[in-house]
């Protein structure tokens, strides 16, 4: 089992920044960050592959950075530029064997 440990989502203008964290209980193959806005699908943000290469979404690409740290089993999501649209909960994904969530965590943007 991975148990997942979200933190950083909150209420932000547009334009700013938060950043997210995701801790793993255990070492896993690949994280990822996804999110889910209100009446939509969950969606990929940005992850890492099993052999350390990154994805993003094309919505995000050059506003949000992933990161990790592997001593930790962290990921972090750094969010800049942040756009109305970026509302959503962002839940933290880990691979090991199977998929394991966290439970989320949420960001608003507005005004």
Do not use: H
Not at 47 to 75: C, E, H, L, P, Q
Request: hydrophobic fraction near 35%; proline fraction near 3%; charged fraction near 20%.
């Amino acid at each position: 089992q991975v148990q997942l440990v979200e933190s950083g989502g909150g209420l932000v203008q547009p334009g700013g920044s938060l950043r997210l964290s995701c801790a793993a209980s255990r070492s896993v193959f690949s994280m990822g960050w996804y999110r889910q806005a209100p009446g939509k699908q969950r969606e990929l943000v940005a992850s890492f592959t099993s052999s350390g290469m990154t994805n993003y979404a094309d919505s995000v690409k050059g506003r949000f950075t992933i990161s990790r740290d592997n001593a930790k089993n962290t990921v972090l999501l750094q969010m800049n530029s942040l756009k109305p649209e970026d509302t959503a909960v962002y839940y933290c994904k880990a691979y090991l064997v199977k998929d394991f969530w966290g439970k989320g965590t949420l960001v608003t943007v507005s005004s």
